[in-house]
């Protein structure tokens, strides 16, 4: 396998530490990786769960590097392999939390652990995608999130999020899942999402829906 840092150490707690060498982890990605363009709703990829990852080798290594260069390239804070048209259970990110605190990291297989309902205090922010590329639109989530999973090597991790950063787990473990969190939305609120989209330009290359 190629050499492939151990981006996240782990907590006593079993959550991995992943707000340390952002910068440099993230760079060393993104310069060897290489930026493809992004898939947009109505692509079907996006639209059907993913196929677990099983093979932890250089494949695996070279896709997450070149997520972390479209994630850049599309200025997001998380990328689903399947938003570049690969239909693998694998996320990375880069995003902060409501503190400011940047996180960096990849999730392999993430499972979305269901919150005692004392810890269910829900955040009604605007939320965007880059598959749905100038739209945006209020959804409620939980301000906190869990997600159990594999690292790149395939080792156990668990990573938690407040705020923004919870969000952002919650859909990038949802795009791999098949769903776009305009599926999330009322009816009307998913067509107003659309027509938002159909009306602006995205500032990223996108792939094409034949």
């Given at each position: 396998?190629?050499?492939?840092?151990?981006?996240?150490?782990?907590?006593?707690?079993?959550?991995?530490?992943?707000?340390?060498?952002?910068?440099?982890?993230e760079?060393?990605?993104?310069?060897?990786?290489?930026?493809?363009?992004?898939?947009?709703?109505?692509?079907?990829?996006?639209h059907?769960?993913?196929?677990?990852?099983?093979?932890?080798?250089?494949?695996?290594?070279?896709?997450?590097?070149?997520?972390?260069?479209?994630?850049?390239?599309?200025?997001?804070?998380?990328?689903?392999?399947?938003?570049?048209g690969?239909?693998?259970?694998?996320?990375?990110?880069?995003?902060?939390?409501?503190?400011?605190?940047?996180?960096?990291?990849?999730?392999?297989?993430?499972?979305?652990?269901?919150?005692?309902?004392?810890?269910?205090?829900?955040?009604?922010?605007?939320?965007?995608?880059l598959?749905?590329p100038?739209?945006?639109?209020?959804?409620?989530?939980?301000?906190?999130?869990?997600?159990?999973?594999?690292?790149?090597?395939?080792?156990?991790?668990?990573?938690?999020?407040?705020?923004?950063?919870?969000?952002?787990?919650?859909?990038?473990?949802?795009?791999?899942?098949?769903?776009?969190?305009i599926?999330?939305?009322?009816?009307?609120?998913?067509?107003?999402?659309?027509?938002?989209?159909?009306?602006g330009?995205?500032?990223?290359?996108?792939?094409?829906?034949?």
């Amino acid at each position: 396998m190629a050499q492939q840092e151990t981006d996240q150490q782990v907590e006593n707690d079993g959550f991995v530490v992943d707000t340390e060498d952002c910068e440099a982890r993230e760079l060393a990605h993104r310069e060897r990786g290489t930026a493809r363009p992004i898939t947009v709703v109505g692509n079907p990829v996006l639209h059907k769960e993913c196929k677990d990852v099983t093979s932890f080798d250089d494949d695996l290594a070279r896709l997450i590097d070149d997520m972390f260069a479209s994630q850049k390239a599309a200025e997001g804070v998380g990328l689903a392999a399947n938003q570049i048209g690969v239909d693998q259970k694998v996320f990375v990110y880069d995003c902060p939390d409501d503190e400011g605190v940047r996180h960096v990291g990849v999730v392999c297989n993430p499972v979305l652990e269901e919150l005692p309902a004392e810890l269910r205090v829900l955040d009604e922010s605007n939320e965007g995608c880059l598959s749905v590329p100038t739209a945006y639109a209020e959804l409620a989530r939980p301000d906190y999130a869990v997600v159990t999973g594999q690292d790149a090597e395939g080792n156990p991790i668990k990573v938690r999020g407040t705020g923004y950063f919870a969000r952002c787990l919650q859909h990038e473990t949802d795009h791999l899942y098949g769903r776009l969190y305009i599926d999330r939305l009322s009816k009307r609120d998913r067509k107003d999402a659309l027509k938002q989209m159909e009306e602006g330009t995205a500032r990223y290359e996108t792939v094409p829906n034949a």
